[in-house]
């Protein structure tokens, strides 16, 4: 309980841990930053860190001087597309071994064939729109590279959403992080943030429920 109380401290006051970071890591900072965007995008089993909120608040930070925020977007646009692309390779990787029991109900090459032809048509618009989308960015490159996505078309898809997601968050802070209605009320807007962020996915959740009682009926 402490251990999630503690984690959910650190999210909803990502603006004090990071300006407490800044201050005692210096221009480690980039190196720290980079990791997590890195490690949340790169693999799939760290889905919890902070990745939206954490880009905006430091695109604020930025802009007070303490970051240079060119450096900072360069380098998280980095982190992001090499994340993406190492969970790519490991879900081609392990993909085949995963999904090689024929007698598995979830795990089977059926499933294997099914997202495969799923990202053969959707993959593009699947990569892009999942980085706004906290933990199914974690997992769809990773189903990416299950499915075996052409990989010129997901290394194309994956750059455009990498760019596209870090500097729409990172310069969204960096311009809006200081106005003084945001800047008084952080701790609101960062809530927000992960609350726009979950929301497809909890409707869809309650979508599948009402599909399934649907059915039942």
Not at 138 to 149: C, D, L, N, S, Y
Not at 161 to 187: A, D, M, Q, R
Request: proline share 4%.
């Amino acid at each position: 309980m402490e251990l999630l109380t503690t984690f959910i401290d650190i999210i909803l006051h990502l603006d004090q841990h990071l300006i407490w970071l800044v201050q005692n890591y210096g221009n480690w900072i980039y190196l720290i930053l980079f990791l997590i965007i890195f490690c949340e995008t790169g693999l799939v089993i760290t889905p919890f860190l902070p990745g939206d909120s954490l880009l905006f608040v430091a695109g604020a930070i930025a802009a007070s001087g303490a970051m240079d925020v060119q450096l900072l977007a360069a380098l998280l646009m980095l982190a992001a597309f090499c994340g993406d692309n190492t969970n790519y390779w490991i879900g081609r990787y392990f993909g085949p071994r995963i999904f090689s029991r024929a007698d598995s109900r979830l795990l089977n090459r059926a499933h294997l064939e099914k997202t495969h032809r799923f990202y053969e048509k959707h993959g593009g618009k699947t990569i892009i729109f999942a980085r706004f989308l906290p933990i199914v960015r974690t997992f769809a490159p990773f189903v990416a590279g299950v499915g075996r996505m052409i990989y010129p078309h997901f290394v194309a898809f994956s750059a455009f959403g990498s760019v596209f997601w870090i500097s729409f968050f990172v310069f969204g802070g960096f311009y809006f992080g200081n106005v003084p209605v945001v800047k008084n009320n952080l701790t609101l807007f960062i809530l927000g943030i992960l609350i726009i962020s979950i929301l497809p996915g909890i409707i869809q959740f309650i979508r599948s429920r009402l599909d399934n009682r649907g059915q039942k009926v």
